[in-house]
């Protein structure tokens, strides 16, 4: 399945491969979304077509749902599931607490409610994800259309009293169009360069009326799996 990788997706291949190591049989498991997920989706195929791994998997996006039917790994929703044993996903970055900055992907609202609804959280990176401090990957928040202008508006008035260095926020496009989620929702993402208090600012984005949810995944984050272009694998 590898085949003749370029270093980067070598390194994500490696980190994929490493924690489906983690999925026993019988477990219920939460599919990422991603490049770095895909390749873990694949892996489970590959074991559930070869080996007879018998798992149940709930996707945390439409295309991750496409692409786990394509190579056989059987899905329910989370509501038949109703608790995961593990779920298994990507991140944009991640720091020494292992929190994260998730929603690159757009997928931040399933992705956080899935990994939420799991006993064991496994994020694949490579080292590029790593920082000493979140922020420099601006930070996705999902917001409804309705109104979505005055609640950018709100999100950038309430910064000024965070401890962040930037404090525009930008709508995500798709093209000419507004890039929509999969809960048919809009993206802002935050240009804060530097997160000073990731679990105050997690929570004073969600008191603001329109915001779904923020990308921001404080302490649900249990492992990071970091694979390396040259195909060795920390676990950390
Ligand atoms: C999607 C995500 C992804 O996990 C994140 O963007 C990392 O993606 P990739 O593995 O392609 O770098 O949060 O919403």
């Given at each position: 399945?590898?085949?003749?990788?370029?270093?980067?997706?070598?390194?994500?291949?490696?980190?994929?491969?490493?924690?489906?190591?983690?999925?026993?049989?019988?477990?219920?498991?939460?599919?990422?979304?991603?490049?770095?997920?895909?390749w873990m989706v694949k892996c489970l195929g590959e074991m559930v077509r070869n080996d007879g791994?018998?798992?149940?998997?709930?996707?945390?996006?439409?295309?991750?749902?496409e692409l786990a039917r394509q190579v056989g790994v059987p899905i329910v929703t989370l509501d038949e599931a109703k608790w995961l044993d593990l779920t298994i996903d990507g991140t944009d970055e991640y720091d020494h607490n292992l929190n994260l900055i998730k929603g690159g992907g757009a997928a931040l609202l399933m992705e956080k409610i899935v990994a939420t609804a799991s006993d064991q959280m496994i994020v694949i990176a490579d080292l590029s994800k790593q920082v000493e401090t979140l922020g420099a990957?601006?930070?996705?928040?999902?917001?409804?259309?309705?109104?979505?202008?005055?609640?950018?508006?709100?999100?950038?008035?309430?910064?000024?009293?965070?401890?962040?260095?930037?404090?525009?926020?930008?709508?995500?496009?798709?093209?000419?169009?507004?890039?929509?989620?999969?809960?048919?929702?809009?993206?802002?993402?935050?240009?804060?360069?530097?997160?000073?208090?990731?679990?105050?600012?997690?929570?004073?984005?969600?008191q603001i009326p329109g915001v779904v949810e923020n990308g921001l995944f404080i302490d649900i984050c249990d492992v990071v799996v970091i694979g390396n272009g040259d195909g060795s694998v920390e676990v950390r």
């Open positions: 399945m590898s085949g003749t990788l370029s270093p980067i997706d070598k390194a994500k291949f490696v980190a994929a491969k490493r924690a489906v190591d983690y999925v026993e049989d019988g477990m219920k498991v939460g599919l990422g979304t991603g490049s770095t997920a895909a791994l018998k798992i149940t998997g709930v996707a945390t996006s439409t295309r991750t749902a990957f601006p930070l996705p928040v999902e917001v409804i259309p309705f109104g979505w202008q005055t609640t950018k508006a709100l999100i950038e008035e309430t910064l000024v009293n965070l401890d962040v260095l930037g404090r525009t926020a930008s709508l995500r496009m798709n093209g000419a169009s507004p890039c929509i989620t999969d809960e048919g929702n809009y993206i802002l993402d935050l240009h804060l360069r530097r997160i000073g208090n990731p679990r105050q600012l997690s929570l004073v984005m969600n």
